[in-house]
């Protein structure tokens, strides 16, 4: 452990000694459940009313004191006041949990140090379909001004339906027949990225939202819509190097010296836009009946190109690169890494890629609830769709007529911009020309991703036995959910049409974009597509070797029961409250797609192929919360978990061919029989609560995964089906039947741990003195026994077994606030160690990279006019985010074999709240 983790580990254990004395100096006794508070103090407490930060942060209190399970909790200040760009930003500052950043926001969420996969998200309590690849849902599609609040389960309950193995992440919506009056908010932010402008895009955004709860008169009808719509640039200086750091030899290098095969440094610009509406309409005739229709609706269009300067260190356009490229003035790190010095004999180019991607969600719930007078009945029916299209392309310049060799000055850096200084000037745009020298003209995709999911359910809720006075209810339920994902990704060279060689027009010219920041200098920017349309051909398709694992459609029919036994009793003067459950799930899989079989003659080679199975899970969970002296909580839960795999390792399509030399079969793909990941899970936490004011907690949790799933070769693979129609040439040995498949394979597993300690601690607990001051502040601690290995990422992660994907052994929250007469001030941090992240690569393929841990800062500042303003109802305020500029780095196994250094750099917001 680091000095700066046991400083910020004595900081969080200092804060909890003392708040639990200043508990004991304020200790009453707690009252029996449904009787009058023993304190004036506490029955003061109810009656105050509080708003901003303090609002939020006691709701967030309240859902994690009552709750029977472990949670956490995100609720909204007020409505529309979230005060993240999207709810991934909200949801990375709880305890155990923390964010990946892609294209600088907050999008992907690991829970408790596991991948994202392992986590399952619900809206209003349904499973949500997702526009990646798998199921992982992208929170940045998720306006943080349409979600009242989240609550992540990090314990297992038999009536969540849909829970993931590390938590379950269940986003609300407003219910407006909770709310006594109608309300209405509106809000505007304008903001600024400090990288300025580049190319054809400026630095400035919005933000702008509005939102109704209305009931009728009788309170029988109850109707809340929210839009919200943000136009976000994109702007980001990189620098990258290949992957993977090689020993081979090279002219200059001493043998043995890790080196690159080439860097690139870019500009990319652009934007994001989204827009989101959710509306919900209640009916409630009677007090029996309760009917609810949910809505919700996103669209997302980002469009952006990268202007880049790239140079390979092996590869000039000759087969004598290997001698002509020579290294000299060499510098090297003490690990044997090359750190610097001057390259002759390079070919550099100047490249333009562009993509445009547009994502759709949209979503339907209808519930109806009938209470009748000792029962209650539930019914639920929910449908789903998420669409993503993209169009990527690239197109590759350099200097001519002839071949115009480069000197590189190279200095690698890790903690910063590596830097490539050409010899030559490459800003005049008239001397660059669409050339098929080195890399060829250039290459295009053009994927699409379809997820539809629907779903219906009915749960019983029947009072327990009078003589079972522990039992208070008993839940009975049902539930079934089909979905079907599919993938295409048609892609394809992009070639130059008949003119030949050119330089792009001035017409398509943006101007120049400064890569100053990798030691380039200038290099032009241009119209990427219109230059593809004038002088390219561009003819994606899906029927070659390499693109027929591509595609794909994986289908899943998910039949679940579930029994719950509610509890409440008293263990002497312990009251004791939670649930013990039962599920069965049944799960029926397969997948539909086509395998390339390169043992068919040319124009048969391309077969469908489908496969799948069932298997049937009995997972128990129980837990149980003891509501101790003092405000003091125990809770402990004990549960079977699983995961479904990934949705890209069911797909059954693969690669196909038989080795002519040995007649043994082989191949590669996904993987449409596997089992789920399952474990068994332990928690335990302690909570001190002051009121719903303050808390502090410690949480321990202990997870046995039996199984994990990792790319694996199998020696002994059947492919009786494959061979069946394979013919052998003449003088080629017999086809055998067995042989050798790489495929996604359940292996084994092994253990996982951690350490969660919390505080939410308003100063005015030790003196008034200190009041509108306060902290929210966690530190988790997380560490695993499992090691994989997953030969498809080698080139970035190496070939010996690596840490779970996602698992930062250290993650730090830290939220300090002043709010008071209106003003209110904030600053969050949050921050993790390094971790192995999940990214996705040129053929558009999930890899997996080391990624440097983060330290990102955040600040907001507002003030709120009271109400005998004649400006009541509104608030100003200024937010920076990121303000330290965070760098987002990757490097090849260590850090001085850096991979990628990414800036977004910072945002500056202003804007306005207004609700009447």
Not at 63 to 78: G, L
Not at 129 to 154: A, H, I, W
Not at 211 to 239: K, M, Y
Not at 321 to 337: A, E, F, I, Q
């Amino acid at each position: 452990m680091s000095k700066l983790d046991r400083n910020l580990l004595s900081a969080a254990l200092s804060s909890a000694l003392l708040m639990l004395a200043a508990g004991v100096h304020a200790q009453t006794t707690t009252p029996p459940a449904g009787a009058a508070p023993a304190s004036s103090d506490a029955t003061e407490l109810d009656t105050v009313t509080v708003t901003g930060i303090r609002r939020g942060i006691e709701s967030a209190i309240s859902v994690k004191r009552d709750a029977t399970s472990i949670v956490e909790a995100v609720s909204s200040e007020d409505i529309g006041k979230l005060p993240d760009v999207s709810i991934a930003e909200s949801i990375a500052r709880l305890p155990g949990v923390s964010a990946q950043r892609v294209g600088g926001r907050a999008q992907v969420i690991s829970v408790r140090g596991l991948s994202p996969d392992f986590a399952t998200t619900l809206l209003n309590g349904r499973e949500m379909v997702s526009t990646g690849d798998n199921r992982s849902v992208e929170f940045d599609q998720y306006p943080s001004e349409l979600v009242s609040g989240v609550t992540v389960y990090k314990t297992p309950d038999a009536a969540l339906v849909g829970q993931g193995l590390s938590g379950t992440l269940d986003m609300q919506t407003v219910r407006p027949l909770n709310f006594s009056d109608s309300v209405i908010t509106l809000n505007g932010r304008f903001q600024r990225n400090s990288l300025g402008k580049a190319a054809d895009t400026d630095p400035y955004g919005n933000r702008l939202s509005a939102s109704f709860i209305g009931q009728s008169a009788d309170r029988r009808f109850g109707f809340s819509i929210g839009v919200a719509h943000s136009d976000t640039p994109i702007q980001e200086n990189q620098v990258g190097l290949y992957e993977p750091w090689k020993t081979d030899p090279r002219p200059g290098l001493a043998p043995g010296t890790w080196a690159t095969d080439g860097m690139k440094a870019l500009r990319r610009t652009g934007y994001t836009k989204r827009d989101g509406i959710m509306s919900t309409l209640q009916f409630r005739p009677s007090n029996m009946w309760t009917s609810t229709l949910d809505l919700f609706h996103s669209r997302a269009e980002q469009e952006d190109t990268a202007n880049q300067f790239e140079v390979n260190t092996q590869y000039n356009g000759s087969d004598t690169c290997n001698v002509d490229c020579v290294y000299s003035n060499v510098r090297l790190s003490g690990n044997d890494t090359f750190a610097g010095g001057t390259l002759t004999g390079v070919y550099p180019l100047v490249r333009g890629m562009y993509n445009r991607r547009k994502d759709r969600i949209s979503a339907v719930g209808w519930a109806n609830e009938f209470n009748f007078e000792r029962a209650r009945l539930v019914t639920d029916l929910s449908w789903s769709k998420a669409r993503r299209s993209e169009v990527s392309l690239e197109n590759n310049t350099q200097r001519l007529p002839n071949p115009s060799l480069d000197t590189i000055e190279l200095d690698i850096r890790s903690n910063d911009f590596s830097q490539l200084a050409p010899g030559l000037d490459y800003s005049d745009a008239a001397q660059l020309f669409l050339t098929n020298t080195i890399y060829g003209s250039g290459y295009g995709k053009t994927p699409e991703v379809e997820d539809e999911l629907k779903a219906a359910r009915i749960g019983l809720t029947l009072p327990g036995p009078a003589a079972a006075t522990w039992l208070a209810d008993i839940d009975l339920g049902l539930n079934y959910t089909d979905r079907e994902k599919s993938k295409r990704q048609p892609e394809g060279n992009i070639n130059l049409g008949p003119q030949g060689d050119t330089a792009i027009a001035s017409d398509l010219q943006y101007g120049l974009v400064d890569l100053g920041f990798a030691g380039v200098g200038y290099i032009p920017a241009w119209n990427v597509p219109a230059a593809v349309a004038r002088y390219m051909i561009f003819d994606p398709t899906e029927d070659l070797d390499y693109l027929i694992p591509k595609a794909w459609t994986v289908s899943e029919k998910i039949t679940t029961a579930f029994a719950r036994a509610n509890l409440s009793t008293d263990w002497g003067t312990t009251a004791v409250t939670g649930n013990v459950g039962l599920q069965i799930q049944h799960v029926d899989q397969s997948s539909a797609s086509r395998y390339w079989d390169s043992t068919q003659p040319a124009g048969s080679n391309v077969r469908p192929f489908e496969s799948g199975k069932t298997y049937t899970d009995v997972l128990p969970s129980m837990n149980l919360a003891f509501q101790l002296p003092g405000e003091h909580t125990l809770r402990v839960g004990l549960a079977e978990q699983v995961a479904r795999p990934r949705v890209d390792q069911l797909r059954s399509s693969l690669e196909f061919g038989v080795d002519e030399a040995t007649g043994r079969p082989g191949g590669s793909g996904g993987n449409p029989l596997l089992d789920p990941w399952r474990a068994y899970a332990f928690d335990v936490s302690w909570e001190k609560y002051f009121g719903n004011r303050a808390y502090v907690a410690a949480a321990f949790f202990y997870k046995d995964l039996r199984t994990y799933i990792y790319t694996q070769t199998v020696d002994d693979y059947d492919f009786s089906d494959f061979v069946a129609s394979y013919v052998p040439r003449p003088g080629t040995p017999p086809v055998q039947t067995v042989g050798n498949f790489t495929a996604p394979q359940n292996g084994e597993g092994g253990t996982l741990r951690g350490l969660e300690l919390t505080a939410s601690l308003p100063f005015d607990l030790w003196t008034e003195s200190l009041r509108g001051f306060g902290i929210v502040a966690s530190a988790s601690f997380n560490d695993s026994s499992i090691r994989i290995l997953d030969p498809e990422s080698a080139n970035s992660v190496g070939s010996d077994p690596i840490e779970l994907p996602g698992l930062s052994k250290r993650v730090y929250n830290l939220t300090a606030y002043y709010e008071r007469d209106g003003f209110e001030a904030r600053v969050s941090q949050r921050r993790r160690s390094d971790f192995i992240g999940e990214i996705g690569n040129f053929d558009g393929a999930r890899t997996l990279r080391y990624v440097v841990g983060e330290n990102i800062t955040d600040a907001q500042i507002s003030y709120s006019f009271g109400d005998a303003s004649s400006l009541s109802g509104l608030t100003l305020l200024l937010q920076g985010n990121n303000l330290t500029n965070a760098a987002y780095r990757t490097y090849a196994g260590t850090r001085d074999r850096p991979l990628e250094n990414l800036e977004w750099g910072r945002t500056f917001l202003v804007g306005l709240n207004y609700r009447f």
